[in-house]
């Protein structure tokens, strides 16, 4: 059992390039997020998915779109990159009627942007 | 507003003393809360919650953690640290309040905790 896999593990982009973080999850869950990890912020909650075309902007989603074609994947694309979004990504999944169950993360995308 | 606050950026304890990371809250209504460890260059993992009923939780590792409802507080604790607990810690609160985003999780910024030898 796979869980949250994320792809790829690093990433290095000039400003103004964009790309795809991938997530994908095979544990059927409805609800998919993306957070980014910056030092000492904590998570913070870029986008976030209840079901399969339905997508809504959590704390932090200038510069990024999402969209969930399928239940099993949420990709996470970056527009034009640029150096403030140099930082740490994690999908994470649940239920989503199970709000007394935790959350299951991927490993994280590293993303420099020079 | 819904927050959650990690007093401690880092903490540091002599392996086989108890450990404590601080938690403290502020949510609308009823929280559920979580603790969640990260080890270097991997996600979150999941430790423990408290959803309802007993105030203290026991969790993964041998963790526990006491939920006190008056301080607004969910420490986490384990009676003897093991250098293989030093890691980043996150505590977490879902705001279940009416209206609430689908119970967002809101994360602390993280303790770092150093168990030496």
């Known amino acids: 059992n796979a869980g949250v896999t994320q792809t790829p593990k690093f990433q290095v982009l000039k400003t103004g390039q964009s790309m795809t973080l991938q997530c994908a999850q095979d544990m059927n869950h409805e609800y998919m997020s993306w957070y980014r990890q910056d030092p000492g912020m904590g998570l913070r909650l870029i986008h976030y998915?209840?079901?399969?075309?339905?997508?809504d902007q959590g704390e932090v989603p200038n510069g990024y779109n999402v969209s969930r074609s399928t239940t099993e994947d949420f990709p996470l694309r970056l527009l034009s990159a640029a150096p403030s979004q140099t930082s740490v990504y994690f999908c994470?999944?649940?239920?989503?009627?199970?709000?007394?169950?935790?959350?299951?993360f991927g490993d994280g995308t590293r993303l420099s942007i020079l | 507003a819904q927050s959650v606050a990690q007093p401690e950026d880092q903490v540091n304890v002599a392996e086989g003393n108890p450990l404590t990371v601080k938690c403290t809250y502020s949510v609308s209504g009823n929280p559920y809360l979580f603790w969640y460890v990260q080890y270097p260059n991997r996600g979150l993992q999941f430790l423990l919650k408290y959803i309802t009923g007993d105030n203290l939780v026991k969790g993964s590792y041998g963790f526990e953690a006491e939920f006190n409802k008056s301080q607004t507080s969910f420490h986490l604790k384990k009676p003897s640290a093991l250098v293989s607990d030093s890691a980043l810690y996150f505590c977490a609160v879902r705001d279940m309040s009416r209206g609430s985003t689908l119970g967002r999780l809101y994360f602390g910024r993280g303790t770092q905790l150093t168990v030496w030898p």
């Open positions: 998915s209840v079901g399969a075309g339905i997508t």
């Open positions: 994470a999944s649940r239920f989503a009627g199970g709000s007394n169950q935790p959350q299951h």
